[in-house]
């Protein structure tokens, strides 16, 4: 069983940046591969991006293309979501998710077994 729990949401004015922080408690993301989600009020939950348990391949969304960067230290104590250039439309609940160990990265829901709380990001306009 793996907890994860996001920090670093908040309040952004249009333009600007948040770094997301997931981390594992009591332990590190080694095996697993992360990804981030997001779901917006009355929207179904989105692919935001992903990286491998390796660290070798990451995934984007299209609509974060260009603008997010997912990355890990080498230990994999923590996965991170650097945002930039932050939309009105990036308003959401962030939510990080694991694979079980060795699982490759996708880009649904159905591929995550371990999932935080969530944190929530404002961007206003």
């Known amino acids: 069983q793996v907890q994860v729990a996001e920090s670093g949401g908040g309040l952004v004015q249009a333009g600007g940046s948040l770094k997301l922080s997931c981390e594992a408690s009591g332990r590190t993301f080694s095996r697993n591969s992360v990804g981030w989600f997001r779901q917006a009020p009355g929207s179904e939950r989105e692919f935001v991006a992903a990286i491998t348990w390796r660290n070798a391949i990451t995934s984007y969304g299209d609509s974060v293309k260009g603008r997010f960067t997912i990355s890990s230290d080498n230990a994999k104590t923590a996965v991170y979501l650097q945002m930039n250039s932050l939309k009105p439309e990036d308003t959401a609940v962030y939510y990080c998710?694991?694979?079980?160990?060795?699982?490759?990265?996708?880009?649904?829901?159905?591929?995550?077994?371990?999932w935080g709380q969530g944190t929530q990001v404002t961007v206003s306009s």
């Open positions: 998710a694991a694979t079980k160990p060795w699982m490759g990265i996708g880009t649904t829901r159905a591929a995550y077994d371990y």
